[in-house]
């Protein structure tokens, strides 16, 4: 990777995490590409390097990195931050809400990441970084689809990690937990689950328990610093989770504990 200011392509940067990143490695020196979908980001603090991108959709996620190589010349590290979540009974979700969530959260991370690799294989540098999410390491109640969304993520960076590591490019995984950001304002619930669900009580209680640990989450700072220590590492391992103790305990426990006894937790706590 460029020692001398290198060239940085976040996505989903104008708000949580993506933001948080952009703000963090431009502080630190960085030439910070930000992508979102708002022409141009509002409040980004280097508005000049503000790229309009859709990650849904091949033509602007090809479109936005063309003109990032036209003005760089190359890209040294690109941030996956796009991607929203997506609440509701596994029974009630539409089909066409499953599909906005891959849409957005594994195929527009496969559009961004396919971009950029011509050019990372020419450079034979590179550093390619997934925000994924402790919902990929575990499943969720009536947050499925978001997890499998994550999940998907997790296998299909593990194989890209092994196919590029012979050119010089790395790829990591960030695992964070709750953190402060819009995630929670802009979570889309499933429209059926608010017409005679049969599991509206829970799924209230559910959703008001994620809301409240979303709330009092600390700041997305955290992930930006996580994530600049990973630029400085030599050879960068494949994951890196992040978030408070009990998060990080419940990965582990998923592994140790019987089936049944960790859904009773996990379901305890969701109440």
């Known amino acids: 990777m460029q020692t001398n200011r290198p060239v940085v392509l976040i996505t989903g940067a104008s708000s949580?995490?993506?933001?948080?990143?952009?703000?963090?490695?431009?502080?630190?020196g960085c030439k910070v590409y930000r992508a979102g979908r708002k022409r141009p980001l509002q409040d980004a603090n280097d508005a000049a390097h503000s790229i309009h991108m859709d990650v849904d959709r091949d033509d602007s996620v090809n479109d936005g990195v063309r003109r990032l190589l036209e003005r760089?010349?190359?890209?040294?590290?690109?941030?996956?931050?796009?991607?929203?979540?997506?609440?509701?009974?596994?029974?009630?979700?539409?089909i066409e809400e499953v599909k906005a969530?891959?849409?957005?959260?594994?195929?527009?991370?496969?559009?961004?990441?396919?971009?950029v690799l011509p050019l990372m294989r020419r450079q034979r540098a590179g550093l390619i970084?997934?925000?994924?999410?402790?919902?990929?390491?575990?499943?969720l109640p009536f947050q499925g689809f978001y997890s499998a969304s994550k999940f998907a993520l997790e296998a299909a960076t593990e194989a890209l990690r092994m196919e590029v590591a012979p050119?010089?490019?790395?790829?990591?995984?960030?695992?964070?937990?709750?953190?402060?950001?819009?995630?929670?304002s802009n979570r889309r619930v499933a429209?059926?689950?608010?017409?005679?669900s049969v599991y509206r009580e829970r799924f209230?209680?559910?959703?008001?328990?994620?809301?409240?640990?979303e709330s009092s989450a600390p700041s997305p700072l955290a992930v930006a610093r996580l994530l600049g220590r990973v630029l400085d590492k030599r050879s960068p391992s494949c994951r890196y989770l992040i978030g408070t103790f009990p998060e990080r305990a419940a990965v582990i426990l998923r592994l140790l504990l019987p089936s049944r006894f960790y859904e009773r937790m996990l379901m305890r706590h969701y109440r």
């Open 191 to 196: 429209v059926r689950s608010a017409v005679n």
């Open 167 to 184: 050119y010089g490019i790395g790829v990591v995984l960030i695992e964070p937990g709750d953190f402060s950001t819009s995630f929670t």
């Open 101 to 115: 969530q891959f849409e957005t959260n594994f195929y527009g991370v496969i559009r961004v990441c396919q971009a």
């Open 72 to 94: 760089e010349g190359r890209i040294d590290v690109v941030v996956n931050c796009a991607g929203y979540g997506l609440a509701g009974p596994f029974e009630e979700t539409a």
């Open 16 to 28: 949580g995490i993506g933001r948080a990143c952009a703000d963090y490695l431009s502080e630190r």
């Open 204 to 213: 209230e209680q559910a959703l008001a328990s994620m809301e409240r640990d």
């Open 129 to 139: 970084v997934n925000i994924s999410s402790i919902g990929g390491l575990i499943a």
